[in-house]
């Protein structure tokens, strides 16, 4: 099969851009993709930072400080950007306005009011495919949760919890970084960082809470700078909020952990859904595998792990007996958008869509109000338009 071409620029090449671009270098690794990214142009404000990429991607002929030199490069198709929260307003709508299709890091603006900005630009060019980032639901075992939720296998819900789990800010010498800051991170802290993460399969699945309330957790002040001096740390570090979704037959509660202090947990995303008929849940933190649960009237409760290996949306090279990580998750999403852009239906599990980006920014806003007032408010869902 004959792949299509999609010439990518890169703008942000520091953690997210060069995961991106090292997705992009082993794309042999798929089978059948129908289009292939190849990264023609990077940008950075840092320029040291684009050697690397100029190091190991032969196809890389524009280097610029400058995104706007990148935005009128004719030889760009689509930009995937990885930029901090606050410039998210301000390069998207560019990256459109000059006519590229747009792969943009969460959680696109930092507040509800520059996301609804980034918004009005997306319905100004409707000829443009614009996605957001969210790789975890990739995983084999997400998408077998997913499935088993599709199927209707869980019947009544009882719960939905959905978590994303650092710990390294437990440590508090860890120098401070932007995402640290509220003038560049955004008032979510947290929740901003993470959110994305953990709604993109509750929206995905249609679940929409009606009201929210948050615990706010700050336990680290200060940090070091890059000079060691102590400044302040002014963000959120954890988040647990809980939320009531409305269904016919009832409500349940949507719990989710956007935590950057969770003692001993690297990187663990999970989703766990608990139903009256089935529940299904999985971890990071066992890659490979996941766990269910029948349930008929009277019968046993007995949990069940299997152990999926590598079987993932789009298919590889890889053997089906291996373990599936991050940098294959990230490939898979790269895969998904540039589906979408062949023409293809990201077999079935498209990237986070803009208008989940503005329902979550909807969700934050009214968890942050509810975490810092003490009180359970209502989600003021907008026209996501
Ligand atoms: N999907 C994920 O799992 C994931 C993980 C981490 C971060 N992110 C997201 O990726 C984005 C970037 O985060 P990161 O961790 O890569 O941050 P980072 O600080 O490592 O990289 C950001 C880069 O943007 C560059 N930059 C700043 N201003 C710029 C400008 N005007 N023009 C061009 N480049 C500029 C910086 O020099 C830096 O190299 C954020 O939106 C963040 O939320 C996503």
């Not at 002040?221 to 269904?247: K, Y």
């Not at 719990?255 to 663990?268: A, F, H, Y």
């Not at 046993?300 to 090279?317: A, H, K, R, V």
Request: proline share 6%; glycine share 8%; charged share 15%.
């Amino acid at each position: 099969m004959e792949q299509k071409v999609i010439r990518i620029g890169i703008i942000g090449c520091g953690l997210m851009g060069r995961e991106l671009a090292s997705a992009a270098a082993r794309w042999l690794h798929l089978t059948n993709a129908k289009a292939r990214p190849v990264i023609v142009a990077v940008c950075d404000t840092t320029p040291v930072l684009m050697d690397w990429f100029t190091t190991h991607l032969p196809s890389v002929v524009q280097t610029t400080t400058d995104y706007r030199e990148l935005l009128a490069n004719p030889e760009v198709d689509a930009v995937y950007c990885a930029v901090p929260h606050v410039l998210h307003a301000e390069i998207y709508p560019a990256i459109l306005a000059a006519g590229k299709h747009l792969f943009g890091e969460k959680p696109f603006g930092m507040d509800a009011e520059q996301n609804a900005t980034i918004s009005r630009a997306i319905a100004a060019r409707p000829d443009l495919l614009v996605r957001c980032s969210s790789e975890m639901p990739y995983y084999p075992g997400a998408q077998k949760v997913i499935d088993f939720v599709r199927q209707g296998h869980v019947g009544e819900i009882l719960e939905v919890e959905a978590a994303f789990l650092h710990s390294s800010d437990i440590n508090p010498m860890k120098p401070i970084n932007w995402k640290r800051q509220v003038a560049i991170n955004g008032e979510y802290g947290c929740m901003g960082d993470l959110g994305m993460h953990v709604l993109h399969v509750p929206l995905r699945l249609g679940w929409r809470p009606e009201s929210v309330g948050a615990s706010l957790v700050k336990r680290v002040t200060a940090r070091p700078d890059s000079t060691g001096q102590m400044v302040p740390c002014e963000t959120w570090d954890n988040a647990t909020i809980t939320s009531t979704v409305r269904q016919d037959g009832g409500g349940f509660p949507l719990v989710l952990k956007t935590w950057r202090i969770s003692p001993g947990d690297s990187n663990t995303w999970s989703i766990r859904v608990l139903g009256m008929r089935g529940s299904a849940f999985f971890t990071t933190r066992a890659p490979r595998q996941w766990q269910f649960m029948r349930y008929e009237a009277g019968g046993n409760q007995t949990w069940q792990t299997e152990d999926l290996g590598y079987q993932s949306l789009f298919p590889t090279i890889t053997g089906g007996i291996f373990e599936f990580g991050f940098t294959d998750a990230i490939q898979q999403m790269w895969a998904a958008f540039l589906d979408e852009l062949a023409g293809g239906d990201a077999n079935g599990f498209p990237c986070a869509t803009p208008a989940e980006a503005s329902t979550h920014h909807a969700i934050l806003t009214a968890a942050l109000h509810a975490g810092t007032t003490n009180q359970i408010l209502p989600v003021a869902y907008g026209d996501p338009t």
